[in-house]
């Protein structure tokens, strides 16, 4: 990618995201439209001249910024049941002004019947074609490609003690933040089990497999206390760039 299209992309994103950005532009474009007399030779010249500080300073802020959980368009949340992928992703949703995907709500049919292989992967290839999501969910077989789609992935790696608390809670009351339509909350026994073992059967594999994908937002939350930082560092980023 040259670094002339690299700055286009790097503007056109910032503004796209940012309402009072795209605001300016358009005040100032209709500025220097006014001031050519709607000559478009003299407004192409006016344009280079006039619209130059501000284009740098956007690219400067976005470049500044790539690194920033404000600027994640595919966020992946993984972990463990019970450890509160689902209520944090749609927090995050509301945070970053992304659509949430529950990928259990889609995967049961009715009566806790899974979906087929074949028809997952490619629905599941459809999600991932979207320009921006967080995905909530684990589902082993199509995780490598769903790693590959995300800019960003959050991994919910906390206390087994504390997930099979919510879980068991949550089988008492009903409730979950994704409801799963003809589906009756239950915890047996093998799910249980993968909750219990998940420490140190499935977390290992998870950060073997983050190590290989480079160049990625990786936020691992072991505790609450790691999920409100992320919260406050989204909202310390959204007040930085907002006038």
Same mark, same amino acid.
């Given at each position: 990618?040259?670094?002339?299209?690299?700055?286009?992309?790097?503007?056109?994103?910032?503004?796209?995201?940012?309402?009072?950005?795209?605001?300016?532009?358009?005040?100032?474009?209709?500025?220097?439209?006014?001031?050519?007399?709607?000559?478009?030779?003299?407004?192409?010249?006016?344009?280079?001249?006039?619209?130059?500080?501000?284009?740098?300073?956007?690219?400067?802020?976005?470049?500044?910024?790539?690194?920033?959980?404000?600027?994640?368009? =595919?966020?992946?949340?993984?972990?463990?049941?019970?450890?509160?992928?689902?209520?944090?992703?749609?927090?995050?949703?509301?945070?970053?002004?992304?659509?949430?995907?529950?990928?259990?709500?889609?995967?049961?049919?009715?009566? #806790?019947?899974?979906?087929?292989?074949?028809?997952?992967?490619?629905?599941?290839?459809?999600?991932?074609?979207?320009?921006?999501?967080?995905?909530?969910?684990?589902?082993?077989?199509?995780?490598?490609?769903?790693?590959?789609?995300?800019?960003?992935?959050?991994?919910?790696?906390?206390?087994?003690?504390?997930?099979?608390?919510?879980?068991?809670?949550?089988?008492?009351?009903?409730?979950?933040?994704?409801?799963?339509?003809?589906?009756?909350?239950?915890?047996?026994?093998?799910?249980?089990?993968?909750? #219990?073992?998940?420490?140190?059967?499935?977390?290992?594999?998870?950060?073997? =497999?983050?190590?290989?994908?480079?160049?990625?937002?990786?936020?691992?939350?072991?505790?609450? =206390?790691?999920?409100? =930082?992320?919260?406050?560092?989204?909202?310390?980023?959204?007040?930085?760039?907002?006038?």
């Amino acid at each position: 990618m040259s670094i002339e299209l690299e700055r286009h992309i790097l503007f056109r994103d910032f503004l796209q995201n940012h309402e009072w950005a795209s605001k300016e532009y358009e005040t100032l474009k209709l500025s220097i439209a006014e001031e050519a007399n709607h000559n478009h030779k003299q407004y192409a010249v006016l344009k280079e001249t006039r619209a130059k500080s501000f284009v740098n300073n956007i690219v400067e802020k976005a470049s500044a910024n790539k690194s920033q959980f404000l600027y994640a368009n =595919k966020i992946m949340v993984i972990g463990s049941g019970g450890s509160g992928k689902s209520t944090a992703s749609m927090r995050l949703g509301e945070l970053l002004q992304l659509p949430v995907v529950h990928l259990d709500a889609l995967f049961w049919n009715p009566g #806790w019947v899974r979906t087929e292989k074949e028809l997952w992967a490619s629905k599941i290839r459809e999600l991932c074609s979207n320009p921006k999501w967080i995905m909530d969910g684990n589902y082993g077989g199509t995780i490598e490609y769903r790693l590959s789609q995300a800019d960003t992935v959050i991994f919910f790696n906390i206390s087994r003690y504390v997930c099979l608390y919510r879980v068991l809670k949550r089988a008492i009351t009903g409730k979950r933040a994704d409801s799963i339509p003809g589906c009756r909350e239950k915890s047996d026994y093998l799910f249980l089990k993968w909750i #219990w073992t998940y420490p140190y059967k499935n977390a290992p594999k998870i950060l073997l =497999k983050l190590n290989k994908f480079k160049g990625k937002r990786i936020c691992i939350i072991k505790n609450r =206390k790691d999920l409100t =930082k992320l919260y406050s560092r989204i909202r310390a980023e959204r007040n930085a760039v907002e006038p």
